[in-house]
């Protein structure tokens, strides 16, 4: 199974931006790849995720700030963040799907994780 690594996260002030990074071991392909978070105490839930025709699709409450976007050449997606907020403090899972449903529903691999702290 091919491996996911994140990288990017940290500590930034409210108003700040980070820029995560996830590099697979093998090709993308077709594959969609996208971005979960994990709060404390709370589920894990979708963040964005794009196609392998560039289409992208976000959680409500980040389409306005975070950009999503791929390089197949690295194997590598990433996620732009803009004027964070301490509600966007979590963990960040970088997930890879065979289609849309997939990837939204959580079934596809996953990387470790990198951890985003906002504060205030």
């Known amino acids: 199974q091919a491996r996911l690594v994140e990288s990017g996260g940290g500590l930034v002030q409210a108003g700040g931006s980070l820029t995560l990074s996830c590099t697979a071991s093998s090709t993308f392909g077709s594959d969609v790849l996208g971005w979960f978070r994990q709060a404390p105490g709370k589920e894990r839930e979708f963040v964005a995720a794009i196609t392998w025709k560039a289409l992208t699709y976000y959680k409500e409450a980040v389409k306005d700030r975070f950009t999503i976007s791929r390089d197949n050449a690295k194997r590598t997606v990433y996620l732009a963040m803009n004027n964070l907020k301490p509600e966007d403090t979590a963990v960040y899972y970088c997930?890879?799907?065979?289609?849309?449903?997939?990837?939204?529903?959580?079934?596809?691999?996953w990387g470790q994780g990198t951890q985003v702290t906002v504060s205030s």
């Open positions: 997930h890879r799907a065979g289609g849309v449903a997939t990837m939204k529903g959580g079934l596809g691999s």
